[in-house]
């Protein structure tokens, strides 16, 4: 486990349901973080 | 008359030389990582962390709807400033300034062909001609794709893994 700083993805050109925001890993990569419910939501409406 | 001088940032696309106003342009970087972001526009490369905070990343060759290159060591990110965005364009290089004066600059609409709906003009410079790049226009997102992120998931999904399996986003060492 750990803990990490989530940056929202607010800008128009990468705003996705399917993503709760962003962190960046100590060697500078970026990795997005699945909105797990609304993902499910998003499954259902099918 | 007081003649208003600007300074622009050129960048390079195919071998055309581009420029933003310099006051748009909040740094120039390498391109290190930049990570995908699924059912993103076509023309977006995904996300990168830049001093601490995360910036979404276009591709100017895809947005003007040229064939991408694989990153290399001329690469560069040009990140814009526009109103309270930070956005990242990827480009085949950047590495010179240029001042432009309002008599040099000609209108855009006898251009036709790729990308010229991005452009506020073209620059006649001693050398060669500068495309003025309108970066309100270049950073927008269609209306189409807006609604896109709400309606027909399904669609969307299928065509953003294509897309994906066609990318290359990490620079190799």
Redesign the interface.
């Known amino acids: 486990m750990r803990e990490v700083v989530v940056?929202t993805?607010t800008?128009?050109?990468?705003?996705?349901?399917?993503?709760e925001?962003?962190?960046?890993l100590g060697d500078?990569?970026?990795?997005?973080i699945l909105d797990v419910p609304s993902l499910l939501r998003?499954a259902r409406?099918? | 008359m007081m003649v208003i001088v600007e300074n622009y940032i050129l960048f390079e696309i195919e071998g055309a030389a581009y420029a933003v106003r310099t006051s748009q342009v909040e740094m120039i970087e390498m391109v290190e990582s930049i990570t995908r972001v699924p059912n993103a526009p076509g023309f977006v490369e995904g996300v990168t962390a830049v001093r601490g905070q995360v910036v979404p990343v276009i591709s100017v060759r895809r947005r003007f709807h040229m064939q991408p290159i694989p990153l290399d060591i001329r690469s560069r990110l040009v990140i814009t400033r526009l109103e309270n965005r930070l956005v990242g364009m990827l480009v085949d290089t950047a590495r010179e300034f240029a001042r432009i004066t309002p008599d040099q600059i000609k209108a855009v609409d006898s251009l036709s062909g790729q990308g010229s709906e991005y452009l506020d003009g073209v620059a006649a410079m001693p050398d060669r001609l500068v495309l003025l790049v309108n970066l309100e226009r270049l950073l927008s997102i269609e209306e189409q794709d807006i609604l896109s992120a709400t309606d027909g998931m399904q669609g969307e999904i299928d065509s953003g893994s294509q897309v994906a399996s066609q990318r290359q986003h990490r620079l190799k060492p």
Do not use: M, N, S, Y
């Open positions: 940056h993805l800008d128009p050109l990468v705003a996705r349901p399917e993503f925001g962003a962190t960046e500078g990569t970026v990795i997005l998003l409406k099918g």
